[in-house]
């Protein structure tokens, strides 16, 4: 099951089923079903309270991921910056539903075990990424 929830922000435009299945189809490329994954919408400001008191980390960031899967199902809570999401997206120059897309699927990916702290993690996570939105349409 895939639950889409606001932390004290308007929820973004989503075809969740449509999302969902997407997440499904993805997961499945990389052997694993869905078990409870959930998307938690926010602000940059709530974003940067989690980072801090769970990571430890005193930053801005677009996406946290924590991870609870077992070795085939993918369990986890994603948190997810809607105002780094929409500043992202003017700064690459994509529209904000395009880099919505991206974030939702790069924290799946995290799920899979896919990392992203050198740069060689980093290219990999974005061809993956690239590849999952390619199924979008």
């Known amino acids: 099951m895939i639950n889409f929830t606001t932390d004290s922000i308007a929820m973004p435009a989503l075809d969740e089923r449509k999302v969902t299945r997407w997440i499904k189809s993805v997961a499945a490329d990389y052997g ?3 078990g409870q994954i959930n998307y938690i919408f926010c602000s940059d400001e709530r974003e ?49 539903d395009a880099e919505l897309l991206r974030i939702l699927i790069h924290g799946v990916l995290h799920l899979t075990g896919q990392g992203d702290k050198t740069p060689e993690t980093k290219a990999q ?7 999952a939105l390619a199924k979008w349409g």
Do not use: Q, W
């Open 48 to 96: 940067l309270a989690v980072n801090r008191e769970f990571l430890g980390h005193d930053y801005y960031t677009d996406v946290i991921t924590f991870d609870y899967s077992t070795p085939s199902v993918l369990n986890g809570d994603i948190f997810i910056s809607l105002d780094t999401v929409r500043s992202n997206a003017e700064m690459v120059g994509c529209t904000f």
């Open 125 to 131: 996570m974005t061809e993956k990424e690239e590849k």
């Open 32 to 34: 694993f079903s869905v």
